[in-house]
């Protein structure tokens, strides 16, 4: 049956259709978590409507309240929704796969040959285009998720908050509660609101598994345990990785040098994908074959565990007074963070006639045309690699 008469039918998506899609948007989501949440809600809310986009700001704020890759979370949230269990391992699976692919050759040759293929033209050239992307899907989201005056007061101010402090966890919760104070009178909280909080106090637990990696010899197993640690702690922007990575990998176990570190950050930031595939890369480096896929599922495994563990729960929060204000809230500081990301982006993005003339036509096409955002990605790497090499 084509899609557009399942749509009509309201039905599932089949896991092929979970693992097609999935993968194809692992494989062109360059830009880091703003633009693969962007490419993710054009695909799969507004295109395919598996989900309702109220749905999705729920989903958006959920993965904020737990730690991991944000995108890849939500890919994860979406499989569960659609699919339940298989969903949830087909879709998460199939987000992840082609980055860890791509990210693994590119380690072999780095190892064989001692450089990066050519990355920053092609990059460069599809940063219009996702600043394009995340622009779309921040002024699509914010007409369902800013309901009143008090939530667009809540956005502006989760905007210039970030903008002004970089603090991402301390604003999300600083304008959920901003949004219940203003609202509800105090009264104890449901079962929900407690799990919400409850859930948080899972992963500073895991901060014990950091003894069980402290050891001199480097073997695939350590990789594992070492990068699972850190996927169970890390809140907010992959970013925040390197941030572990230099502490412990370069200064404490010396198991990489600082420029190994710099190039892996690269083929992070510049490849499609996850930024969490990072990990891959240095798997790779210390341990060949078998420590690039120890420490790739060492590093994305606590984010299929956390997102099983809340699932179930979210519509609970929704149906609470209490937890679906709050809730109301991290929508949109989690919709404030994606525009912050873009400004931030847009800096030395629209700075050139190329950048500029880029970002205004690809933003048309997606407007006005609904133009499938993985040809456009695709035709500016192609052009940024002529433009930016030539």
């Known amino acids: 049956m084509p899609i557009e008469q399942k749509l009509l039918a309201h039905e599932k998506p089949s896991l092929k259709e979970l693992a097609l899609v999935f993968g194809r948007i692992g494989a062109t989501a360059f830009g880091g978590p703003a633009a693969h949440l962007a490419m993710i809600d054009e695909e799969i809310v507004r295109r395919r409507k598996w989900i309702s986009q109220e749905e999705f700001l729920d989903l958006l704020g959920a993965i904020n309240l737990i730690p991991g890759p944000n995108s890849t979370e939500m890919a994860i949230h979406i499989g569960y929704k659609t699919r339940g269990w298989k969903g949830l391992l087909v879709a998460g699976t199939s987000f992840i796969a082609p980055a860890?692919?791509?990210?693994?050759?590119?380690?072999?040759?780095?190892?064989?040959?001692g450089s990066l293929p050519e990355l920053q033209s092609v990059f460069l050239g599809v940063k219009p285009v996702i600043l394009a992307i995340i622009a779309q899907a921040v002024w699509s989201l914010s007409r369902t998720a800013i309901k009143d005056w008090i939530l667009g007061f809540c956005a502006a101010l989760a905007l210039i908050l970030y903008l002004m402090s970089?603090?991402?966890?301390?604003?999300?919760?600083?304008?959920?509660?901003?949004?219940?104070?203003?609202?509800?009178?105090?009264?104890?909280?449901?079962?929900?609101?407690?799990?919400?909080?409850?859930?948080?106090?899972?992963?500073?637990?895991?901060?014990?598994?950091?003894?069980?990696?402290?050891?001199?010899?480097?073997?695939?197993?350590?990789?594992?345990?070492?990068?699972?640690?850190?996927?169970?702690?890390?809140?907010?922007?992959?970013?925040?990785?390197?941030?572990?990575?230099?502490?412990?990998?370069?200064?404490?176990?010396?198991?990489?040098t600082q420029q190994q570190l710099i190039d892996a950050i690269t083929v992070g930031q510049l490849t499609p994908g996850p930024v969490f595939t990072t990990a891959t890369f240095i798997g790779y480096l210390i341990s060949g074959h078998e420590g690039a896929l120890f420490a790739t599922v060492g590093i994305f495994a606590p984010a299929f565990l956390f997102v099983a563990l809340s699932a179930p729960f979210i519509p609970v929060l929704r149906k609470s007074k209490w937890t679906a204000t709050l809730l109301d809230g991290l929508n949109v500081a989690s919709l404030s963070l994606m525009a912050g990301a873009a400004l931030i982006l847009a800096k030395d993005t629209v700075s050139n006639l190329y950048g500029g003339v880029i970002f205004l036509l690809s933003l048309a096409l997606l407007v006005k045309f609904k133009i499938n955002s993985t040809w456009l990605i695709l035709i500016a790497a192609g052009l940024g690699f002529v433009f930016h090499s030539s």
Not at 100 to 113: C, H, N
Not at 181 to 188: A, D, T
Not at 189 to 206: A, D, E, H, R, Y
Not at 224 to 238: C, E, P, R, T
């Open 100 to 113: 860890f692919l791509i990210v693994w050759a590119i380690a072999v040759f780095y190892v064989k040959f």
């Open 166 to 256: 970089g603090q991402e966890i301390l604003v999300l919760f600083l304008v959920a509660i901003l949004n219940l104070v203003l609202r509800i009178k105090p009264k104890p909280p449901g079962k929900s609101l407690l799990f919400s909080f409850l859930i948080l106090q899972v992963s500073p637990l895991t901060r014990a598994w950091a003894q069980l990696t402290q050891q001199s010899k480097v073997a695939a197993a350590h990789l594992f345990w070492y990068f699972a640690k850190v996927g169970s702690v890390l809140f907010g922007s992959g970013y925040v990785l390197i941030a572990f990575l230099q502490n412990d990998l370069v200064e404490k176990y010396h198991w990489i």
